[in-house]
């Protein structure tokens, strides 16, 4: 945990309650959290200008996939590291977004040691046991 320092993280999931769960466990983890229930509010957030040094977002919300998301997010040169959780995500949707550069996928449930290793991976660190 000491590699991970204090990111900017905009959070996406339509589920209230993992929203919540999320911002609190990143939030104890010393990171400033942009919680969004909707993909359109975060983009409308990102494209105002307001730097991110992470996107965390579902795959399947109403209106519009996390991959989507990440497509658009990568159409007008938002390029911060971009990580994907599901538990629904078929295969063909994982090997799309992992072939784009800066991205990592979470599949759900997973365990708070797994989320930070998803958010080292996508920032580029690399975890005491992984450099040895």
């Known amino acids: 945990m000491d590699s991970l320092r204090t990111t900017r993280i905009v ?3 339509d589920e209230p309650g993992v ?6 466990m990143l939030e104890s983890l010393g990171h400033q959290v942009m919680p969004f229930n909707n993909p359109s509010e975060a983009l409308t957030y990102l ?3 307001i ?3 992470l996107v965390l ?7 519009m996939s996390g991959t989507d998301l990440f497509g658009t997010l990568r159409a ?12 629904h995500a078929q295969e063909e949707e994982v090997k799309e977004l992992l072939s784009a550069r800066s991205t990592a996928f979470l ?3 997973f365990t708070p040691a797994l989320l930070i ?3 080292q991976g996508a920032l580029g660190f690399r975890s005491a046991a992984k450099a040895v």
């Open 51 to 53: 730097e991110a040094d």
């Open 19 to 24: 929203l919540k769960a999320l911002t609190l």
């Open 11 to 13: 959070l996406i999931d």
């Open 47 to 49: 494209h105002a200008g």
């Open 76 to 87: 007008s040169s938002i390029n911060c590291p971009f990580v994907l959780m599901s538990g």
């Open 117 to 119: 290793e998803a958010i």
């Open 107 to 109: 599949p759900k449930p």
């Open 57 to 63: 977002s579902d795959q399947r919300m109403p209106g």
